[in-house]
T-cell receptor, first 115, second 118 residues
Framework: AQSVTQLDSHVSVSEGTPVLLRCNYS??????LFWYVQHPNKGLQLLLK??????LVKGINGFEAEFKKSETSFHLTKPSAHMSDAAEYFC?????????????FGAGTRLFVKA | GAVVSQHPSRVICKSGTSVKIECRSL??????MFWYRQFPKQSLMLMAT?????????EQGVEKDKFLINHASLTLSTLTVTSAHPEDSSFYIC??????????????FGPGTRLTVL
């Protein structure tokens, strides 16, 4: 079975300071891991994706995430927050096997950026 | 990159009427599309998987007769909310995979449709 836990429902940072959004997962199979961002009343935009290549994945808008198998974590980071980063962030696990294609969404983390 | 569109972006309807929402893959063909529902301040909930040329696969607890899905072509899936009621008010989002590109597990999401039933 697969599951995704986003450890913080809300994160608040000041503009220019680092961002850390935490995600832990569990999967019986080799999963693909994603981070998506959702701005209010918008669809989801892909930030980055991990498959099985490099454990440090670079995404758009300066975001990156590190896959740590031993910790079953896939935390999202950004060195310096910008006001436009304020949004909802979803950690997602996808698995495709004989049972079909399954996607599990985390509950989401709301990022607030203070001026 | 792969682009998915939805129409309309917002719709307001009276209770008892039916509403159709379109999901299109603009620059790729999608044999499979997914329909999600999102309540305020919550995550996405998968409603059904739309399969081109065959019946949709619904998740447990989703009424097939209430949420009709048609995937008539490789670029278009429609979700019809029949006899809508206020409790059907929600944000509906579709997604698709560009399997032909070789990236079989990345979903590309539409911008969503805000349905309000009065």
């Amino acid at each position: 079975a697969q599951s995704v836990t986003q450890l913080d429902s809300h994160v608040s940072v000041s503009e220019g300071t680092p961002v850390l959004l935490r995600c832990n997962y569990s999967s019986s199979y080799s999963p693909s891991l994603f981070w998506y961002v959702q701005h209010p009343n918008k669809g989801l935009q892909l930030l980055l994706k991990y498959t099985s290549a490099a454990t440090l994945v670079k995404g758009i808008n300066g975001f990156e995430a590190e896959f740590k198998k031993s910790e079953t974590s896939f935390h999202l980071t950004k060195p310096s927050a910008h006001m436009s980063d304020a949004a909802e962030y979803f950690c997602v696990v996808s698995v495709e096997n004989t049972g079909g294609f399954k996607t599990i969404f985390g509950a989401g983390t709301r990022l607030f950026v203070k001026a | 990159g792969a682009v998915v569109s939805q129409h309309p972006s917002r719709v307001i309807c009276k209770s008892g009427t039916s509403v159709k929402i379109e999901c299109r893959s603009l620059d790729f063909q999608a044999t499979t599309m997914f329909w999600y529902r999102q309540f305020p301040k919550q995550s996405l909930m998968l409603m059904a998987t739309s399969n081109e040329g065959s019946k949709a696969t619904y998740e447990q607890g989703v009424e097939k007769d209430k949420f009709l899905i048609n995937h008539a072509s490789l670029t278009l899936s429609t979700l019809t909310v029949t006899s809508a009621h206020p409790e059907d008010s929600s944000f509906y989002i579709c997604s698709a995979r560009d399997v032909a590109s070789g990236d079989t597990d990345t979903q590309y999401f539409g911008p969503g449709t805000r349905l309000t039933v009065l």
